[in-house]
Nanobody, 128 residues
Framework: EVQLQASGGGLVQAGGSLRLSCAAS????????IGWFRQAPGKEREGVSC????????YYADSVKGRFTISADNAKNTVYLQMTSLKPEDTAVYYC?????????????????????WGLGTQVTVSS
């Protein structure tokens, strides 16, 4: 059974940092792309970043490029999202998701509905 569990959210001041973790089980990282998505109240879910362990590729939304870094620890089946220089507009529930095609690119984060498995979200709140 495929399971994803996101953790690491919290309350942080603007300019601060947080590291989110996505612990996965039930599948091999090599066979999937993992993405981070977020949803703020009243807004549509948006893609933040993705990673393909098989091809060693990553992709970032323009809104987080240069501030967020995605990485994977295949031995631990965990994907991380290091978030720095956080802004109030980063406030959202963050979700990790898996797509059973190990490709990561703009299509991966733009088409959240194509992701196959979702974990429960973790709340990130950035105060001004």
């Amino acid at each position: 059974e495929v399971q994803l569990q996101a953790s690491g959210g919290g309350l942080v001041q603007a300019g601060g940092s947080l590291r989110l973790s996505c612990a996965a089980s039930g599948f091999s990282f090599d066979d999937y792309a993992i993405g981070w998505f977020r949803q703020a109240p009243g807004k549509e879910r948006e893609g933040v970043s993705c990673i393909s362990s098989r091809y060693g590729s990553t992709y970032y939304a323009d809104s987080v490029k240069g501030r967020f870094t995605i990485s994977a620890d295949n031995a631990k089946n965990t994907v991380y999202l290091q978030m720095t220089s956080l802004k109030p507009e980063d406030t959202a529930v963050y979700y990790c998701a898996a797509h059973d095609v190990p490709l990561c690119g703009i299509a991966t984060i733009k088409n959240y509905y194509s992701m196959d498995y979702w974990g429960l979200g973790t709340q990130v709140t950035v105060s001004s």
